[in-house]
C-alpha cells in the first residue's frame, strides 16, 4: 500500500527562499516524502509524494509563478493504470 498517493512536481520561477530554507518550509508544512527541491531564486523544481497535492501547488504559488505542474497518482499506476 502507498502511504502518500500523489507525486506533485512543479517548477516555481521567482522563488524568494533558498533550497534549504524551502525543503524545511515544506516538510514543516506539509505531510509526505521523498522532497526534492533544486534550483535558485530564478528558478526551483519541486519534487513531492503528498496526498494533498493541491496545497503544495497553492503554497508554492504563493512563493512564484508555478508551471510545468504534474501531478500523477501512484496507486494507479501501481495497479497499471494510467497515473
Known amino acids: 500500500m502507498i502511504k502518500y498517493k500523489y507525486d506533485t ?3 516555481i520561477e521567482g522563488c524568494p527562499l533558498s533550497e534549504d ?6 516538510l514543516a508544512r506539509f505531510d509526505g516524502d521523498s522532497l526534492l527541491d ?3 531564486e530564478a528558478l ?3 519534487h513531492f509524494h503528498t496526498n494533498y497535492p ?3 501547488l497553492e503554497y ?3 512563493l512564484g509563478e508555478i ?5 500523477e497518482d501512484m496507486d494507479r499506476q501501481a495497479r497499471g493504470l494510467k497515473g
Open 9 to 11: 512536481q512543479l517548477l
Open 21 to 26: 530554507d524551502l525543503n524545511d518550509e515544506i
Open 38 to 40: 533544486v534550483g535558485d
Open 44 to 46: 526551483m523544481k519541486i
Open 54 to 56: 493541491w496545497k503544495i
Open 60 to 62: 508554492c504559488a504563493s
Open 67 to 71: 508551471f510545468d505542474i504534474v501531478v
